[in-house]
């Protein structure tokens, strides 16, 4: 893994419980304080640069990122979060839109797949985003036509995940079977567990494989991280995150397998680690899944843990309200930052579980 593309190939992790309905406007954001004034204002701000950066198409993505269907994915999950719905509110127009962008992508050659179009060596990441983006999406549509569109697409991209799932449980680059490696893994559970909790059948003993290959990730130095793969490479924060997570969201099993893992990424508390240069470069893939992992697990530290991390996103965020990565898409680094701090209010139905 010398290319952070992969990251990129799929996102913003994301993952999923309730079907999403209807609803009224969002109460006021965190009654417990953790989204503050100031991050408020930065969430509102970031939203904003994303609306004025959408394609006419629908589409977020810059330079080599351009229409890209996993950005698009993310925005709209970030529009969702925060409690926006298609057709209703000040940004419905552009969660309209990006659902149908997303819809236009799906392959004339693989019903159900929207990776086809990427550039990049792993777009069965862009096929995991796109999918959690539709489980997401499709339930607070209201037009019944395109709902059922969006139910039917989505249906369609849970069984090219499913139909590509090697034996060992896992996921790689590519919708067929082949090997495998924990973000692949850890980025299609989200997907199907989103899925499967808007209603769409996705068979148990699938989430039961994935997460077993997560686990067989697990470094048996008893440290709690994850590596790439079951006998590849050390531990490293990014991929604890996605596979923690991964795990809680398809299915947690006994809590003492976990508990060094989130020990593992609560040793990460941002201020303190990001001279590492994995964290540095897989940055806001890191702490959108360690975000998510950390609040599942709750306790004393949580409240702590997020207090940094909005405080160095706040620190961190451009005068004209966006995230960047010089290495990466300013539309990725701002809609996943967004999801980072819009956590402990999101109104996604996978981040709440």
């Not at 819809?103 to 792993?122: I, R």
């Amino acid at each position: 893994m010398k290319r952070y593309t992969w990251f990129l190939a799929g996102l913003l992790g994301l993952a999923g419980p309730l079907h999403v309905t209807a609803q009224k406007d969002p109460p006021p954001r965190d009654a417990d304080g953790l989204i503050t004034k100031e991050a408020k204002q930065a969430i509102d701000a970031g939203l904003t640069y994303l609306i004025k950066r959408q394609a006419d198409n629908g589409s977020w993505g810059t330079g080599g990122h351009t229409k890209s269907v996993a950005i698009t994915s993310l925005c709209g999950l970030a529009l969702l979060a925060d409690g926006q719905r298609p057709g209703r509110g000040a940004h419905g127009d552009a969660l309209t839109k990006a659902a149908d962008f997303v819809l236009s992508q799906e392959s004339k050659d693989l019903a159900g797949y929207f990776g086809g179009g990427t550039n990049f060596h792993g777009p069965m990441y862009v096929q995991g985003y796109a999918v959690l983006f539709l489980a997401e999406v499709q339930g607070t549509l209201t037009d019944k036509q395109k709902k059922e569109q969006a139910k039917a697409a989505l249906t369609r991209g849970v069984k090219v995940i499913l139909d590509a799932q090697n034996k060992q449980g896992g996921w790689r680059y590519h919708p067929t079977p082949g090997d495998a490696d924990i973000t692949g893994t850890a980025c299609q559970l989200h997907a199907l567990r989103a899925a499967r909790d808007a209603g769409v059948e996705v068979p148990k003993e699938a989430l039961d494989k994935g997460v077993a290959y997560v686990l067989s990730c697990q470094d048996p130095g008893g440290g709690g991280g994850f590596r790439y793969q079951p006998f590849t490479g050390p531990p490293g924060f990014p991929r604890t995150a996605a596979g923690v997570s991964a795990i809680q969201c398809a299915g947690l099993p006994k809590e003492d397998e976990l508990a060094k893992s989130v020990g593992y990424l609560r040793a990460k508390k941002p201020g303190a680690a990001r001279i590492e240069p994995e964290i540095q470069i897989h940055y806001y893939y890191g702490y959108y899944y360690a975000t998510q992992a950390l609040a599942r697990a709750g306790g004393k530290d949580w409240k702590d843990w997020y207090g940094a991390m909005r405080d160095e996103l706040l620190r961190a965020r451009k005068q004209d309200g966006s995230w960047d990565n010089l290495q990466i898409c300013p539309h990725y680094c701002t809609a996943m930052a967004l999801l980072i701090l819009q956590s402990p209010d999101s109104r996604l139905p996978s981040v709440k579980r």
